[in-house]
Protein backbone atom coordinates (compact mmCIF):
# COMPACT_ATOMS: atom_id res chain seq x y z
CA UNK A 1 0.00 0.00 0.00
CA UNK A 2 1.22 3.36 -1.33
CA UNK A 3 0.47 4.83 2.64
CA UNK A 4 2.90 2.33 4.40
CA UNK A 5 5.48 2.72 2.05
CA UNK A 6 5.15 6.98 2.80
CA UNK A 7 4.77 6.21 6.38
CA UNK A 8 7.77 3.80 6.80
CA UNK A 9 10.03 5.57 4.18
CA UNK A 10 9.51 8.80 7.14
CA UNK A 11 9.89 6.09 9.77
CA UNK A 12 13.18 5.44 8.03
CA UNK A 13 14.67 9.21 8.54
CA UNK A 14 14.62 8.83 12.20
CA UNK A 15 16.01 5.19 12.99
CA UNK A 16 16.62 6.49 16.65
CA UNK A 17 12.81 7.11 17.28
CA UNK A 18 11.20 4.39 15.06
CA UNK A 19 13.37 1.83 16.92
CA UNK A 20 11.32 2.43 19.72
CA UNK A 21 8.31 1.40 18.05
CA UNK A 22 9.99 -1.92 18.09
CA UNK A 23 8.41 -3.24 21.46
CA UNK A 24 5.12 -3.18 19.65
CA UNK A 25 6.01 -5.83 16.94
CA UNK A 26 2.84 -7.78 16.35
CA UNK A 27 0.34 -5.12 17.81
CA UNK A 28 -2.61 -3.95 15.29
CA UNK A 29 -4.70 -1.39 15.43
CA UNK A 30 -7.52 -1.24 13.22
CA UNK A 31 -9.18 2.24 11.82
CA UNK A 32 -12.20 2.78 11.09
CA UNK A 33 -13.36 5.58 9.04
CA UNK A 34 -17.22 5.54 8.59
CA UNK A 35 -17.51 8.52 7.02
CA UNK A 36 -15.76 7.22 4.04
CA UNK A 37 -16.42 4.17 4.53
CA UNK A 38 -12.73 2.71 4.69
CA UNK A 39 -11.82 0.50 7.22
CA UNK A 40 -7.63 -0.27 7.76
CA UNK A 41 -5.35 -2.08 9.79
CA UNK A 42 -2.28 -0.60 11.19
CA UNK A 43 0.08 -3.64 11.78
CA UNK A 44 3.22 -2.74 13.49
CA UNK A 45 6.31 -4.68 12.44
CA UNK A 46 9.51 -3.66 14.11
CA UNK A 47 10.16 -0.20 13.25
CA UNK A 48 7.82 -0.27 10.44
CA UNK A 49 3.42 0.13 9.79
CA UNK A 50 1.91 -2.34 7.57
CA UNK A 51 -1.49 -0.89 6.52
CA UNK A 52 -4.05 -3.19 4.85
CA UNK A 53 -7.40 -3.59 4.40
CA UNK A 54 -7.66 -6.77 5.96
CA UNK A 55 -6.81 -8.89 9.06
CA UNK A 56 -6.77 -12.32 10.10
CA UNK A 57 -6.07 -11.77 13.79
CA UNK A 58 -7.96 -9.39 16.22
CA UNK A 59 -6.92 -6.13 16.58
CA UNK A 60 -5.28 -4.95 20.51
CA UNK A 61 -7.37 -1.54 19.51
CA UNK A 62 -10.33 -0.20 17.57
CA UNK A 63 -10.49 3.34 16.78
CA UNK A 64 -14.20 3.79 14.94
CA UNK A 65 -14.28 7.53 13.36
CA UNK A 66 -18.47 8.03 13.16
CA UNK A 67 -17.72 11.38 12.39
CA UNK A 68 -15.10 14.10 12.90
CA UNK A 69 -16.48 14.96 16.05
CA UNK A 70 -17.65 11.13 16.98
CA UNK A 71 -15.06 8.65 17.78
CA UNK A 72 -15.24 5.17 19.48
CA UNK A 73 -11.78 3.55 20.89
CA UNK A 74 -12.22 0.21 22.46
CA UNK A 75 -9.55 -2.38 23.09
CA UNK A 76 -6.10 -1.58 24.63
CA UNK A 77 -6.24 1.41 25.59
CA UNK A 78 -3.01 1.59 27.72
CA UNK A 79 -1.05 0.41 24.32
CA UNK A 80 -2.96 2.60 22.29
CA UNK A 81 -2.23 5.92 24.21
CA UNK A 82 1.76 4.39 24.44
CA UNK A 83 2.04 4.08 20.99
CA UNK A 84 0.29 7.40 20.17
CA UNK A 85 2.76 8.89 22.11
CA UNK A 86 5.64 7.25 20.59
CA UNK A 87 4.55 8.17 17.17
CA UNK A 88 3.89 11.76 18.24
CA UNK A 89 7.75 11.88 18.84
CA UNK A 90 8.41 11.21 15.13
CA UNK A 91 7.69 15.23 13.84
CA UNK A 92 8.09 14.81 10.07
CA UNK A 93 5.52 16.50 7.63
CA UNK A 94 3.33 13.86 6.55
CA UNK A 95 1.32 15.95 4.17
CA UNK A 96 4.37 16.58 2.29
CA UNK A 97 5.29 13.24 1.79
CA UNK A 98 2.15 12.58 0.67
CA UNK A 99 1.93 15.22 -1.38
CA UNK A 100 4.91 13.78 -3.38
CA UNK A 101 3.20 10.55 -4.50
CA UNK A 102 -0.57 11.61 -4.61
CA UNK A 103 -0.70 15.13 -5.73
CA UNK A 104 -1.09 18.28 -2.99
CA UNK A 105 -5.03 18.99 -3.12
CA UNK A 106 -5.56 15.39 -2.42
CA UNK A 107 -2.50 15.07 0.45
CA UNK A 108 -4.14 18.47 1.86
CA UNK A 109 -7.79 16.72 2.19
CA UNK A 110 -6.30 14.36 4.02
CA UNK A 111 -4.45 16.25 6.02
CA UNK A 112 -7.66 18.43 6.66
CA UNK A 113 -9.40 15.43 7.61
CA UNK A 114 -6.30 13.91 10.52
CA UNK A 115 -6.13 17.96 11.94
CA UNK A 116 -9.87 17.71 12.03
CA UNK A 117 -9.65 13.87 14.11
CA UNK A 118 -6.94 15.48 16.12
CA UNK A 119 -8.55 18.42 17.39
CA UNK A 120 -11.99 16.36 17.58
CA UNK A 121 -9.94 13.70 19.82
CA UNK A 122 -8.38 16.86 22.16
CA UNK A 123 -12.01 18.26 22.52
CA UNK A 124 -13.24 14.44 23.48
CA UNK A 125 -11.03 14.15 26.15
CA UNK A 126 -11.35 17.01 27.57
CA UNK A 127 -15.05 16.44 27.61
CA UNK A 128 -14.90 13.05 28.63
CA UNK A 129 -12.70 13.91 32.05
CA UNK A 130 -15.04 16.63 32.34
CA UNK A 131 -17.90 13.96 32.62
CA UNK A 132 -16.07 11.87 34.63
CA UNK A 133 -14.83 14.31 37.08
CA UNK A 134 -18.70 15.73 37.37
CA UNK A 135 -20.15 11.62 37.54
CA UNK A 136 -17.25 10.86 40.16
CA UNK A 137 -18.40 14.12 42.46
CA UNK A 138 -21.79 14.61 41.84
CA UNK A 139 -23.26 11.54 41.03
CA UNK A 140 -21.04 8.86 43.00
CA UNK A 141 -19.81 11.50 45.67
CA UNK A 142 -16.42 9.57 44.86
CA UNK A 143 -14.11 13.09 44.32
CA UNK A 144 -14.38 15.93 46.76
CA UNK A 145 -15.17 19.36 44.39
CA UNK A 146 -12.60 22.21 43.83
CA UNK A 147 -14.52 23.76 46.79
CA UNK A 148 -14.38 21.03 49.40
CA UNK A 149 -10.38 20.20 48.73
CA UNK A 150 -9.59 23.87 49.35
CA UNK A 151 -11.81 24.22 52.08
CA UNK A 152 -10.51 21.13 53.66
CA UNK A 153 -7.08 22.85 53.14
CA UNK A 154 -8.06 25.77 54.67
CA UNK A 155 -9.28 23.64 57.79
CA UNK A 156 -5.92 21.61 57.99
CA UNK A 157 -4.05 24.53 57.87
CA UNK A 158 -5.89 26.13 60.96
CA UNK A 159 -5.63 23.45 62.73
CA UNK A 160 -1.74 23.70 61.90
CA UNK A 161 -1.69 27.32 62.93
CA UNK A 162 -4.02 26.63 66.26
CA UNK A 163 -1.97 23.65 67.29
CA UNK A 164 1.35 25.57 66.73
CA UNK A 165 -0.31 28.34 69.04
CA UNK A 166 -1.61 25.55 71.28
CA UNK A 167 2.25 24.41 72.03
CA UNK A 168 3.87 28.17 71.76
CA UNK A 169 1.33 28.65 75.06
CA UNK A 170 2.13 25.16 76.85
CA UNK A 171 5.49 26.28 76.33
CA UNK A 172 5.12 29.52 78.10
CA UNK A 173 2.75 27.91 80.28
CA UNK A 174 5.82 25.65 81.47
CA UNK A 175 8.39 28.31 81.78
CA UNK A 176 6.14 30.21 84.10
CA UNK A 177 5.39 27.27 86.59
CA UNK A 178 9.33 25.69 86.54
Not at 34 to 50: Q, R
Not at 93 to 101: K, R, Y
Not at 151 to 166: C, W
Amino acid sequence: MILSSLINRILDRDPEKSERLAKYNGKIIQLELLPIALNLYLIIENTHLNITHESNIPADAIIRVITHKDIDVTGDLVFLQDFKNRLSEIDPDWEEGLAQLIGDPLAHQIGNFFRQANQTQREFRTQFGRNITEYLQEETDCLPTREETEDFYKAVDKLYLDTERLDARIALLDKTNT
